[in-house]
């Protein structure tokens, strides 16, 4: 059965970039679309990016929109959210999620597999 864990979160002063990695295991995710939420308390859980299985096709919120690129390596079975410029307000637990499809326009259905998340915290 697949699982995905994510890895590459931690402390990072503001301005600065961390690198998320979500990697599948027990299955291959070459096959699937791939979407990233984040999650802090109080606020609800927001979608940030998502992409095709083939990696073509991307889209990300306005939120994140020229900062966070999201890529993938389907022969390691990984995708990726480099994060640049960050600032206290991305400071949230991050999940890599898989789709049940290649590519879908609204990036939030169709999904079912989620990884355990991971924490990125901005701060000075």
């Known amino acids: 059965q697949l699982q995905l864990v994510e890895s590459g979160g931690g402390l990072v002063q503001p301005g600065g970039s961390l690198r998320l990695s979500c990697a599948a295991s027990g299955s291959t995710l070459q096959h699937y679309a791939v979407v990233w939420y984040r999650h802090t308390p109080g606020k609800e859980r927001e979608w940030v990016s998502c992409i095709s299985s083939s990696g073509m096709n991307t889209k990300y919120a306005d939120s994140v929109k020229g900062r966070f690129i999201i890529s993938r390596d389907n022969a390691k079975s990984t995708v990726y959210l480099q994060m640049n410029s960050l600032s206290p307000d991305d400071t949230a637990t991050y999940y890599c999620?898989?789709?049940?499809?290649?590519?879908?326009?609204?990036?939030?259905?169709?999904?079912?597999?989620w990884g355990q998340g991971i924490q990125v915290t901005v701060s000075a």
């Open positions: 999620v898989k789709s049940q499809t290649t590519w879908y326009s609204d990036c939030t259905k169709y999904l079912d597999v």
